[in-house]
């Protein structure tokens, strides 16, 4: 077998499990992603658990609205569900909804687009999304979210 060909984050690339994938123009391994993303974390005395817990706070609301916009602290967030499961492309077998939350806070305008495959690869592999990704969390908006409650 040539080890040269096994690309361990080809389940990250685009038209694999999302059409966009996962690392948008992020040269960097996953590994180095996740590796950097918890450095910040730790810098900012952030847990990955906090800020997917923050995320799926936001999801629970959001699905109260159905499709349409719902006020959530200082979010106004809106849902959209599509049909069937997507796979975590860490591999672990764990099928996901295909839930997607686009949020605005309502303070800035700044807007964040994550799904519930985002959270869930945020908790258990502490991967936040390559930079450039439209899926990308940045930890440190995050962290400023926290701190300011919403
Ligand atoms: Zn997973």
Redesign the pocket.
């Known amino acids: 077998m040539d080890m040269k060909s096994e690309d361990p984050d080809r389940f990250f690339r685009p038209g694999q499990i999302s059409r966009d994938g996962f690392l948008g123009t992020d040269p960097r391994a996953v590994e180095e992603i996740v590796r950097q993303d918890g450095d910040t974390l730790k810098r900012l005395g952030l847990t990955a658990e906090a800020v997917a817990d923050t995320l799926q706070s936001l999801i629970d609301a959001a699905r109260q609205g159905l499709e349409g916009p719902v006020e959530a602290g200082d979010w106004i967030v809106r849902l959209d569900w599509a049909r069937g499961l997507v796979p ?1 492309p ?1 591999g ?1 077998k ?1 099928l996901q909804p295909k839930i997607t939350v686009e949020a605005v806070r309502k303070r800035s305008g700044e807007t964040m687009l994550f799904s519930r495959l985002s959270v ?2 945020i908790r ?2 502490g991967f936040f999304g390559g930079a450039g990704s439209a899926f990308r969390i940045e930890p440190e908006s995050v962290a400023d979210w926290i701190r300011n409650g919403g």
């Open positions: 975590c860490f672990d764990k869930h690869m258990e592999h």
